[in-house]
């Protein structure tokens, strides 16, 4: 049994009376429940401690007798409206978070992000309102693709739970070049990279802790189904320890250190925008440097090295080099083709 599941079925008690307007007896309380949480079975003695444990908390919910029953509702106090105030930095802040988060769109996040911002707008005054659009003409956000999870909201809803509720997730995913597999795995946190989520879980077939935790791609998965199973995750892992060991999102048991040499011309670019918050820097006498950084993958050090072209070069490990000057020969042998039918 998930130790978080208690104060889930709470928070999702609240959600259904805060949109119903004439209230929920035990018995439609607890068929919500279960529709909403994707539960097989649930007791209305459980219901009835949950409703109570939250009027302990200082909710107001109240009871009155109908022709249905007796129904638990949201009290008048409970729904007084609370003025949201703002100054119009703070708006232009949001507003920016806001457009940094459009991939997020057609998801439970977004949906919460979207309404808040409503609220802001409504609330405001209209000098505020008039000097963050004023504000807002100056500056922009770019560099956020046109890119949707809307298909994938029902994914990510069990997802979502399956996490906090420590509950197995049967998956269909469908790697690149590979066709689709069913697996089983574990999930422990989401996480919002370059515009994309992922979901860090552990694969439940492999029993080695050093190799079992992955990083899938949410845009991958083309089924999820929270199963009644459930697992305890390790006591000493840690998710931004976990991700902070690379430069980018690959998973891999254990990071590889790489050494870089980079030119005098091409070291501003790489000293502008760190790769890593720990990387070492070597600055050498003829103003080149000596990077080094630790990675997951390969892959997450190839397209750095490349995009910096000439200015670059990957000193060690030898797999890498030897995966760049693969790289290298074959982008040779397409232009080199080009060229020569030019000429014909």
């Given amino acids: 049994m998930a130790r978080n599941e208690q104060l889930i079925r709470q928070h999702k008690v609240l959600q259904i009376l805060e949109r119903v307007r004439f209230g929920r007896t035990l018995d439609e309380l607890k068929d919500d429940l279960i529709e909403d949480l994707g539960l097989t079975t649930l007791n209305q003695r459980t219901v009835r401690r949950d409703v109570e444990a939250l009027q302990a908390a200082g909710f107001h919910i109240i009871s009155e007798d109908t022709q249905r029953g007796r129904v638990w509702k949201l009290g008048p106090q409970a729904k007084t409206a609370h003025k949201i105030t703002a100054s119009a930095t703070e708006l232009i802040a949001l507003s920016l978070g806001r457009d940094l988060l459009y991939p997020l769109a057609g998801t439970p996040f977004w949906i919460g992000i979207e309404t808040f911002w ?181 892959l997450e050090i190839i397209p750095r090295v490349l995009a910096l072209g000439g200015e670059a070069e990957v000193l060690s490990p030898e797999s890498c080099r030897a995966a760049i000057a693969d790289t290298i020969q074959k982008m040779a042998g397409y232009y080199a083709t080009k060229k020569k039918k030019k000429k014909q």
Avoid: C
Wanted: net charge negative.
């Fill in 118 to 298: 409503n609220k802001m707008q409504e609330e405001l005054p209209e000098a505020v309102v008039s000097h963050f659009q004023k504000y807002r003409q100056v500056l922009h956000v770019m560099g956020t693709p046109a890119k949707s999870y809307q298909e994938k909201e029902g994914i990510l809803r069990t997802i979502n739970r399956s996490i906090l509720e420590h509950r197995v997730v049967e998956i269909q995913y469908n790697p690149v070049g590979k066709p689709i597999s069913v697996r089983k795995i574990e999930p422990y946190g989401i996480v919002f990279y370059q515009s994309s989520l992922y979901i860090i879980a552990a694969a439940a077939e492999i029993a080695d802790p050093q190799k079992r935790v992955r990083h899938w791609k949410l845009d991958r998965f083309t089924k999820a189904t929270a199963l009644d199973e459930w697992f305890k995750p390790p006591e000493d892992f840690d998710i931004q320890e976990h991700l902070g060991q690379g430069v980018g999102i690959f998973s891999g048991s254990e990071p590889k250190e790489f050494l870089i040499r980079v030119t005098a011309y091409g070291a501003p670019w790489v000293l502008e925008d760190p790769w890593h918050p720990n990387q070492q820097v070597k600055k050498l006498e003829d103003g080149s440097i000596e990077l080094t950084v630790q990675a997951a993958h390969d």
